[in-house]
């Protein structure tokens, strides 16, 4: 292992304690000591690497934001039916919040959780910039007949509703937690709605 | 107004500022005498109407248990289409939700909050029972050839979707908060399907 990733390990290993202890004992009462205890390191460790508790919170954030950035990346959405493009973000952000559940329920936790004196964080931004991505496509779709009626705002709400349920669920009762095929088909339930005969037939299930 | 009013005034009072300060500041940062001052009581009265702080936080959690249990009564819904019995309980949900928010608000925050040594709470209680009421439903929307497939669950997922989606929209970013007529809106798409031509013509909108 090179110097390089081993300073990553350290690194990695105070981010993941310090989630851990925000999330469940919350920022205010969780100290530098119970973090790099959790961690196995030293003080100076913590120092060196992020400067101070308010660092180390500060860098969990950004790296979520670093990888959402990347999740939310369009590029490679620009072309294919709707309803595909629809299902290849959802399911890129869903395998990107099972790779990182402990930092989403961490964000979780710091949004309704009661204030603790930790900085400030922009969470409008994930739900805002997520919105806008599926209301352009949505839009799109409607304009080639793929989506339903004029007014994308319903269809953005029910796709929005099914993505956050499915991972607030999972997050919240682990044990009825929704794995990838199960998602889909309630995507599925959205596309072709609940309702019979409402299903087009020419549209078969996956 | 009579004794007993103005005793529930006080109660009312008292716990209305406990709901806020649990949510805000959490309950292990909050004390008896801020609830007290919030409220603009004595400590007295609040020792007599809960008898501590744990008393008056099991008390805001029982009232919203008694009002879920009366929300939850489904001898009203035994009669009607199956869509228009699912409008019927949503409403009649939402509408407590828009009247309680404080303490939804309260309730997100213990469940996503960090520990803080409050009495615990039994939240599964919620989602499990209206997830079954709503399974009922749609089971028997499934048996009259209503309800779409031979599987309840994408449909109950998708509808439960389209509920706590609306309410933690409203909870979470209060000026996009979604009101009864785009709440319906958006159960309409899941009814119909947001794919086209899924929509069937004999259904008119709402």
Redesign the interface.
Known sequence: MSDVSMENTVRERLMSAATEL?????Y??TSVREIVEAAGVTKPALYYHFKSKEGIYLAILDKILKVVDETFDTRSLSAGPV?QRIETLFLRIYEVFEGHMATV?FL??V??????GAPAFD??TF?IRLTEIVRGI?AEGIAT?????S?P???V??????L???M?LTL??PELG?GKP?FL??L?????????????NQ?SAR
């Open positions: 925000f999330t469940t004992r919350g205010a009462a309803r329920r979780n936790s949004f309704w959780g009661p204030a603790q969470f409008e739900h949505v007949g793929e989506i339903r009626g007014d705002q319903p269809t709400m029910a796709l929005m509703a099914v956050s349920f499915a607030d919240a009762h929704v199960e088909q309630v599925d339930a959205v596309f072709k709605g609940v309702s019979a005969p409402a299903a087009p549209e």
